[in-house]
C-alpha cells in the first residue's frame, strides 16, 4: 500500500524488523479483475501524491494479497482517491490496517519510482553504503525513496554523517517548510521523509522523533 497509509497507521502498526527488499517481479503476472482495478487506483493514487509507482513492481505485491481481503483493500484505497481529488490531501486512517495490508505498505516502498536527478539520488545512496551506521537500511527501499525527493532534500541526505544527523536535517527541511509551503505540499514533503525512514530497522523511531504529524489531520486511535 502508499506510504501515505503506512504512515497515517504508525501508531498501530508492528515495528519493523527487516527492511523490505527488492520486489521486481521475475515473471509475467496477470492479475484478476478486481486486483488490476486496485492496481490502477494505487498507481493514480501515487501520481496525485507525487510518489509515483511502478505498476510492475506493485503487481507481484496485489497477486499474493489475501483474497478474502481484497474488499476491503479496494474500498480503503478507492476512499484515498476521492479524497485526495477533493481535498488535495492525506486521508486520516479510518480504523486499523491489517497485517497483510500493513506489509503491503511496507513492501509497496521499493515501488517508488520518481523522477528526480538520479546522480544526486547515486550520490545519496553511495553515502549511505559507505557508513557503517547505515549498514542496516534497505537500500533498495532506500533508492525507491529518494527518486521522489526534491534535489535539497537529496543534498541534505548525501551530506548526513549519519541516521541521526540525517533525521535532523529532514528535520529541519519540514520546520523551514511549515512557514513557506501549503498544507498540500507539506504533506507531500512528509510523506518523502516517511517512506525514506520506513526503510531503516528502526524506522519508526526516527518517524517518532522527527515531527512529522500533520497539523490537520487528526490523531489516529489504537484499537
Not at 492479475?31 to 505498476?55: C, K, N, T
Not at 486499523?96 to 511496507?106: F, N, P, S, V
Not at 529541519?172 to 526503510?199: K, M, N, P, Y
Request: glycine share 4%; aromatic share 4%; with cysteine.
Amino acid at each position: 500500500m502508499l506510504v501515505t497509509l503506512a504512515a497515517a497507521a504508525l501508531a498501530t502498526l508492528a515495528p519493523l524488523t527487516t527492511p523490505p527488499g527488492s520486489s521486481e517481479p521475475t515473471r509475467e503476472i496477470t492479475l484478476d479483475a478486481e486486483r488490476q482495478a486496485i492496481l490502477d487506483d494505487l498507481v493514480s493514487l501515487g501520481i496525485m501524491q507525487d510518489q509515483p509507482v511502478e505498476p510492475y513492481c506493485l503487481t507481484p505485491l496485489l497477486a499474493e494479497f489475501p483474497d478474502d481481503e481484497l474488499d476491503a483493500l479496494a474500498e480503503r484505497v478507492l476512499n484515498a482517491v476521492d479524497v485526495e481529488i477533493s481535498d488535495g490531501s492525506l486521508e486520516p486512517l479510518a480504523g486499523r490496517l491489517t497485517d497483510a495490508e500493513a506489509e503491503l505498505a511496507y513492501d509497496s516502498l521499493v515501488c517508488i519510482a520518481g523522477d528526480a536527478d538520479p546522480e544526486l539520488v547515486e550520490d545519496a545512496v553511495s553515502n549511505m553504503s559507505d557508513d557503517d551506521d547505515f549498514a542496516e537500511w534497505s537500500l533498495d527501499c532506500v533508492r525507491a525513496s529518494l527518486t521522489a525527493f526534491p534535489d535539497d532534500l537529496l543534498e541534505d541526505t548525501a551530506d548526513a554523517s549519519d541516521p541521526d544527523d540525517l533525521r535532523g536535517r529532514l528535520s529541519d527541511a519540514i520546520d523551514e517548510a511549515r512557514g513557506t509551503s501549503s498544507e498540500e505540499d507539506l504533506d507531500e514533503l512528509r510523506q518523502h521523509v516517511t517512506s525514506l525512514f520506513f526503510c531503516a530497522p528502526n524506522g519508526r523511531e526516527l518517524i517518532a522523533e522527527t515531527n512529522l504529524v500533520s497539523d490537520t489531520t487528526p490523531a489516529t486511535t489504537v484499537d
